[in-house]
């Protein structure tokens, strides 16, 4: 038993080495993308098409949905307090700087993660990956670069347009459930909107977009022979883009307010 | 095909170009409102004490925010040094002789850097000194008017100004209460020509009053929200007619009680008790509310007198039990005036009824 | 004859199981080697470690003498353009078309060339291939057979000198491993090394001069074919579609 629970720990640590290098070349690679002249960009532009122009829909009606219901629930419970103006920074808070982010990275993780993990699984198992290789091309920079740069590029796109949307898509639906002054509302919104809440909420989706990509890609090159493999990537990549995302929001509001 | 991926990099640029477009907006509405891209013109100043001041200060002048601090520095001396900016909408403000005030408010709620231009036309140039008014040198400017530093018309002051015509209507109404008390006395005494019906028409234009009082409260509640010290010395003027009241009540209360008195018999030529009680004692038990409603009020005004000093916030709340006992007041003189023996009992209070009663209200 | 690739004690494990033990084996320039043997005894592996798709656990894989592993990029890149792969099920990429599939190592190895110079290419690889895919077709429209070509053809496009096979006629019917034996011989032919792995003796004893037998991951023969073969005899059988009982 203690043999077993040795080798474990060994095998344990082996793996995580081995996820620390592959992310790191990853990312390596992801960064000097644009450096090369690239036969992938149309992987790039596939990803971006996929994982951003597609899920804009969803991430326009969640926005909408989740800053209406701040502004109605704040312009109901607020002003009892004497706190009218706090609104805004709630919304800020919620839309831009904590939950934008997030909820971001979820759709992409959801949609892309998983989709990135089971086309990578199944191009192992039908050796297109090998078959990669076998003509020159680096695994890395052609199919995981492109992919970890596209994600996060999406990710980035995605989070302005979920701030447009949040902030002032649903101004339009609060309006017809409770009227608000238009020049009272953005007025609010400018004074409370700072660069910090932009720059936070752009740096959080950027490192979310290396996660949720990272892990997918890394566990879509997990996959080994079998198809059966396969969804189970495609939900490892899910369950571990998740958790590492609401663990890297929690490190980078600790370091904001620290 | 489906036309997105036919269309896949037309589709993407576009999808990236307006994400870029639109960040660039934000920054710009952001930078607009923060100031970014205005021109900001530095000056120094110096305090007693940093307290109260701190990097982003805003600098008011008559309520608009002018300018801000940018940096304050405890020098060799135990002065506070303080950089700040004035922005150049209302750069045209700073001239020579401007002063500076580091206003506290004596209720604790904070201060604020007040900003007083130069009377002299000449314009300072920008990192020049404009002296506080912690120093000789402002004050100086000050006392010589060299600045157009306001008449102290602060909150407080307008808001005594705003209180004054309630309380005296208050007062008003007091004296009013307290004739026709003392009016209601005479005649429970026997005072020769005096009339029950002038009684009833003295109590019906206090009713009128204490009504117009309650009204008058309500609005008092909502500005007494905020502190109102000057407030303690009309309460004490207003409880010292309240115990006037309170003693001709008494007696009152006295005559009445006593069954052989001249009460009945001013009531009832016969002199007999049973008739003065004939409504069921309703006319004797609402004098005694009312005597003791009225001491209550009394209390309620001590209290508030007391309170008034050491709590603000709590006034509001005090007026409003003093307005709920004003309202019982009015039942009580109202009861008085209808008694059955004057009139015809109390009638039930409606809280708001309509100027135009609605036909179902009408009685069948 | 220069030996152009060599394994030298391979090994080769996936997870804790080893599926080459001490390989050893040398391919000439310009040779046609069959490697045979039972399935699941190594053969595949040996082909990939051979192409440098696998990486040994020990031993050393030399092109041109030099360790296949330890090149630098540029080498690297030479000895992809130099050799081609053609996997057991073809491994195009299926989510690109036939063009893409086979303009693709051209754009990686050839950038300076045009549009239409690529366009030239890849249909003249095709005539050469008798690959009759359309070319804006997805790997996934095409029969096995179509697709076994199309790989053929994709592996040709860069002209590479050494030509890596594994099992280029199974899952085809008998007319179209005809052709594909027609093919892989006219390459022989035409100065390219190739290497082979096979099941079917026919096709290895058209065209193979040398033979390698594989057996449990060990490399048991190695040497010109008729001899290797006669060996052999009676182990190399061949079932109804010529594949071996070994």
Redesign the interface.
């Known amino acids: 038993m203690i043999r077993n629970l040795g080798a474990a720990a060994i095998r344990g640590a082996a793996d995580f080495f081995y996820a620390i290098g592959f992310f790191f070349r990853v990312v390596k690679n992801g960064a000097l993308y644009f450096r090369r ?1 690239q ?1 992938g960009f149309r992987v790039l ?2 990803q ?2 996929f994982t ?3 899920a ?1 829909g969803v991430s326009a009606i969640i926005a909408l949905s989740l800053g209406a219901v701040i502004i109605i629930q704040g312009s109901s419970l607020l002003p009892q307090f004497g706190q009218s103006r706090l609104m805004y920074t709630i919304l800020i808070i919620v839309i831009t700087r904590e939950l934008g982010p997030l909820l971001t990275a979820f759709i992409v993780n959801a949609r892309s993660g998983t989709a990135i993990a089971t ?1 990578l699984g ?2 192992v198992v ?3 990956i ?8 680096d695994p890395i920079s052609y199919l995981a670069a492109p992919r970890v740069v596209g994600v996060t ?1 999406s990710m ?2 995605l989070d ?2 979920f ?2 949307f949040g902030l002032i898509g649903s101004y339009l639906v609060a309006r017809l459930i409770r009227p608000i002054e238009f020049n009272e509302y953005f007025g609010g919104i ?2 409370a ?3 910090t809440d ?1 720059v936070s909420g752009l740096l959080k989706c950027f490192v979310f977009g290396i996660i949720v990509s990272v892990t997918a890609v890394y566990r879509g090159f997990a996959v ?1 022979r079998a198809s059966t493999e396969i969804p189970v990537a495609g939900i490892k990549s899910v369950g571990g883009g998740f958790v590492l995302c609401i663990l890297a929001d929690a490190v980078l509001t600790l370091i904001y307010y620290i | 095909m489906k036309f997105s991926i036919r269309h896949a990099e037309s589709v993407v640029g576009g999808f990236i170009l307006l994400a870029a477009a639109l960040l660039c907006g934000i920054l710009v509405m952001v930078g607009a409102n923060q100031r970014w891209f205005a021109r900001n013109y530095y000056f120094h100043s110096r305090f007693q004490s940093g307290a109260g001041i701190s990097p982003g200060t805003g600098i008011t002048l008559k309520g608009f925010t002018v300018g801000k601090i940018s940096k304050i520095v405890l020098n060799d001396n135990n002065t506070v040094d303080a950089d700040f900016f004035i922005f150049d909408s209302y750069i045209g403000k700073v001239r020579k002789n401007s002063v500076l005030e580091l206003a506290t408010s004596p209720l604790g709620l904070g201060g604020g850097l007040l900003f007083y231009p130069g009377k002299d036309a000449e314009r300072l140039p920008e990192h020049s000194y404009i002296p506080s008014m912690d120093f000789e040198d402002g004050k100086s400017i000050v006392e010589r008017e060299l600045a157009d530093v306001p008449p102290r018309d602060d909150t407080l002051t307008r808001l005594l100004a705003n209180i004054n015509p309630l309380v005296d209507n208050i007062n008003k109404t007091v004296v009013n209460v307290n004739k026709t008390v003392t009016t209601l006395n005479g005649a429970l005494k026997g005072d020769g020509e005096t009339e029950v019906g002038r009684i009833v028409k003295g109590i019906g234009s206090t009713v009128r009053g204490v009504n117009g009082t309650v009204a008058d409260l309500d609005s008092t509640v909502a500005i007494v929200k905020t502190e109102l010290p000057g407030l303690v010395e009309r309460s004490n003027a207003l409880l010292d007619s309240l115990k006037a009241i309170s003693g001709n009540l008494e007696q009152t209360t006295a005559a009445m009680r006593d069954p052989t008195g001249l009460v009945p018999k001013l009531l009832d030529p016969k002199g007999s008790l049973k008739t003065l009680l004939d409504d069921n004692g309703v006319l004797f038990a609402k004098i005694d509310a009312m005597l003791s409603d009225t001491d209550k009020t009394i209390k309620n005004v001590e209290s508030m007198t007391d309170t008034l000093k050491s709590s603000m916030p709590e006034i509001t709340s005090l007026l409003a039990e003093g307005k709920t006992t004003l309202i019982q007041t009015q039942d009580v003189l109202e009861g008085l005036k209808n008694n059955p023996l004057l009139k015809g009992g109390i009638p039930e209070r409606k809280t708001q009824e309509a100027a135009q009663p609605g036909y179902r209200d009408e009685d069948f | 004859m220069e030996t152009v690739l060599e394994l030298k004690n391979v090994n080769a494990e996936i997870g804790s199981y080893r599926i080459l033990d001490d390989a050893s084996v040398g391919f000439s320039r310009g040779s046609f080697t069959a490697i045979m043997g039972a399935a699941g005894s190594g053969k595949s592996t040996l082909l990939k470690v051979a192409a440098g798709l696998l990486i040994p656990t020990g031993g050393e894989v030399l092109f041109e003498g030099r360790n296949l592993h330890h090149l630098s990029r540029k080498e690297e890149f030479r000895f992809r353009r130099e050799s081609a792969f053609v996997f057991q099920d073809a491994a195009l990429w299926s989510n690109q078309t036939i063009r893409e599939n086979l303009e693709l190592p051209l754009k990686l190895h050839h950038p300076e060339l045009n549009a239409a110079q690529m366009e030239a290419i890849v249909r003249r690889c095709c005539e050469e291939t008798g690959c009759s895919a359309e070319l804006g077709e997805r790997p996934s429209d095409l029969s096995a057979g179509e697709q076994k070509f199309a790989a053929l053809a994709r592996a040709l496009v860069n002209d590479p000198t050494i030509l890596f096979l594994d099992e280029p006629t199974s899952s085809i019917d008998d007319t179209a491993a005809r052709k594909m034996y027609d093919l892989i011989r006219s390459l022989h032919r035409g100065g390219k090394t190739v290497i082979v792995v096979t099941h079917s003796e026919t096709f290895a004893s058209r065209g193979a001069d040398h033979l390698c037998v594989v057996r449990g991951g060990r490399i048991v023969a190695s040497g010109p074919y008729r001899e290797t073969a006669a060996a052999f005899a009676g182990q190399l059988e061949t079932g109804p579609k010529g594949e071996t009982a070994l």
């Not at chain 1, 090998?130 to 091309?137: D, F, K, P």
């Open positions: 002249g036969v532009v596939m971006i098409l951003g122009v597609q804009l086309e199944t191009m039908s050796h297109e090998e078959a990669y290789v076998s003509v020159g091309l590029v980035l796109a302005i347009y701030n447009v400018a004074a909107l700072t660069a932009i080994q």
